[in-house]
């Protein structure tokens, strides 16, 4: 795991105190693209199941992972795919 996905996780789960985090890096698919080359990668997915995140609007939800991701939102992350689930909700998709 690379130091940028550990800061990552870090700050998730300081922030959100998720009961699943699942963060895949995939920076290597964007080898050459402009944004890889500026900030070296940063393509990241996210699943994230928290209770921060009940009564929240998809929109909040993902408000509330880029505060949590601060400037490594402007300088380190380029791209940022997020599903941001309440735990009931996650227990709904899982069969």
Do not use: C
């Amino acid at each position: 795991m690379s130091p940028r996905t550990e800061t990552i996780q870090q700050l998730l789960n300081e922030a959100l105190a998720p009961a699943k985090l699942e963060l895949h890096d995939d920076s290597q698919s964007h080898a050459g693209h402009a944004g890889a080359r500026e900030s070296g990668g940063g393509h990241f997915y996210a699943t994230i199941v928290s209770s921060a995140f009940e009564g929240k609007t998809l929109v909040r939800r993902h408000q509330l992972v880029y505060e949590a991701l601060g400037d490594m939102m402007r300088t380190e992350i380029h791209a940022l795919s997020i599903k941001a689930y309440t735990p009931d909700e996650f227990e709904q998709l899982t069969p």
